[in-house]
Each structure stands twice: as structure tokens, then as C-alpha cells.
DNA sequence: ATAACTGCAAACTTTTTGCTCGATG
DNA sequence: CATCGAGCAAAAAGTTTGCAGTTAT
């Protein structure tokens, strides 16, 4: 079965090797925004001879020619998602990790038009919130 | 002279060494965003002795305190700086690196509506602008 | 056939840490 | 003088790279 990855892939001129479909695969159906030593864990699982540096190499290839868009929240670790979707920020629990999306037109207004006052074109930005899930009483 | 930082190295019961005083003085007088090689590397003009590892456990230490704050941008350094100011949030220059600060109250505002709308409390955020210089004419 | 790709191990960067000695309060 | 801090070198953790062999096109 070829993902929409697999397809960009031929579409961009790489060669569509095993390794590659392997990592496709599991990059498209990670939900969660996995860090590359646990893509690598995941894609090991399958066939544990593909190295971690190839991974690596991957994610960065994919990343350049636009497959792939590459995060990097406090932690440090380069994390990845298809760049399909359309654009979104994201809203990490402190608690637990997990992270989400989200997506604030308003904000994204205003960040333009800041960028303007200040004299600049904006090009990129980051925009991570750190949140506690709300609960009904307050606990420890 | 006893700057702000060493103030606060006194109040928070750290011991006010040679090696704190001489990095708090480079720290205060940074008006840029250096990451913590090259603050070591200011701090050893002055007195070549201080070692790269007393730098790191400095500024973990002040940012533990309260006395910095931590900033990582894209390239995945530390950066620090004195966390006295009121809170803002950085522009990045792409084309020279240069760390602009601004404050948007109804970016701040937002982004505490946008987590409490997915239900959480906003308790930290990341945000940095990435912006190109506004020139009358195009070039190159 | 041949350029692209992979695996392996070694190298790199930034940051942390164990240990011992020295300095501060 | 008890403890906290500093220096040094080694270790971590994540990521990149040189090289030689393999594979997709």
C-alpha cells in the first residue's frame, strides 16, 4: 500500500529503497511526534537492520525536499511530522508529553503584523504553548 | 561595583565567588544572546582559569534560582539572560542572527484563551519570530 | 552501469558529571 | 571548619560523516 509519502518520494526524485518505504510507513502513522531514536526503536521492530544513522539521514532528506516538517520543543530532540496537513501550532502537557495541535488564525495575524512594526518580514516562526490539563478540584 | 545579578547570587544564599561575579558581569553587560561557549569565552578574556563546566553549572544554577532565563532558538543552544526585565518574546534576524525583543499583550492574551479552549492552563510558552529585513528595493 | 543509498564506526557538539582539591561564609 | 564550588577529564546524548560495499533505476 503507497502512502503519500511514498509518492512524494518517487515524485521528488529519490530512490524508493526498503529502508525508505519502512520509515514512511511508520512516520505516517505515528501519531505522536516521536524524536528519531524512537523512529529508529519503531522501524527496528519491522527489520532491525536498518541503522540509526540512516534514519537520521532520512528524516534530514525528507525534511529538505518538504516531505517532512521538523520540530524541536524544549527538550531538545528533532522531532518530525508529514507536512500535509496544513499549518499548526502545538501545545505540549507538561505533565505527560503529549503534545497537540492547534491552530489560532488570530495569532497568526498578529505575528505578521508585529514583525511589520518592527521592520521585518516574518519568514518562520515558533509558537509552542506549555499547558497543565485542567481538572475540576486541585490536586497535590 | 555589585551589580543586580550579584544581588541576587547574595540573597538566594549562593556564595558570591570570583568566578559568579566575573560571569554575572559578562551576563549583565551582554546586550546580545550569547549561548554558554561563548560566554566562557568572554569571561576568560578576563581570567583564562575559569573552566568551560563552571560556566554550564553557573548558568543552570542562576536559571534554577530565577536570577536567568533559558532561551534555545533554532540552532539548539542554550542562550541566557537576566531574567530582571519584564517578560517579552524574541525576533530573530535570519539573515544575522540578531535577537530583537518585543512584547504583544494580545499575543500573550490569546495564546492563554487558545490553551484554555483545549483545556488546559497555560503555564509556560515558546515563541519566537523569524524575519528578513525590510528593504525598499529587492535584491538578489 | 552508475549514481544514489546503506551500514558501520568514528567523530562532533553541546552539555553533564564524578572526583578531588580549594575557597567561602 | 563544614560545605559549597571549581577544575579537569571523562561521559552522555543526539546527530553527522568518511568509507566501502550494495541497490534502485
Redesign the interface.
Known amino acids: 500500500m503507497t502512502n503519500r509519502i511514498e509518492a512524494q518520494i518517487r515524485a521528488k526524485g529519490l530512490r524508493l529503497t526498503g529502508q525508505r518505504k519502512l520509515i514512511a510507513q511508520v512516520v505516517a502513522s505515528a501519531h505522536d511526534h516521536p524524536d528519531v531514536p524512537e523512529l529508529h526503536r519503531r522501524v527496528a521492530e519491522e527489520d532491525d537492520r536498518i541503522s540509526l544513522a540512516t534514519v537520521y539521514r532520512t528524516m534530514k532528506r525528507f525534511e529538505e525536499l518538504g516531505i517532512l516538517e521538523r520540530h524541536?520543543f524544549?527538550d531538545?530532540r528533532a522531532r518530525y511530522e508529514p507536512a500535509a496537513k496544513r499549518h499548526h501550532d502545538h501545545?505540549i502537557?507538561?505533565d505527560t508529553g503529549t503534545v497537540?495541535e492547534?491552530r489560532?488564525e488570530?495569532?497568526e495575524r498578529?505575528?505578521a503584523v508585529?514583525?511589520?512594526e518592527?521592520?521585518?518580514?516574518?519568514?518562520?516562526?515558533?509558537?509552542?504553548?506549555?499547558?497543565?490539563?485542567?481538572t475540576a478540584r486541585k490536586e497535590s
Chains 1, 2 share one sequence.
Open positions: 524541536e524544549r531538545g501545545l502537557d507538561v497537540i492547534f489560532s488570530e495569532i498578529l505575528q508585529v514583525a511589520r518592527l521592520g521585518f518580514d516574518l519568514v518562520g516562526h515558533r509558537l509552542e504553548l506549555y499547558g497543565r490539563r485542567r
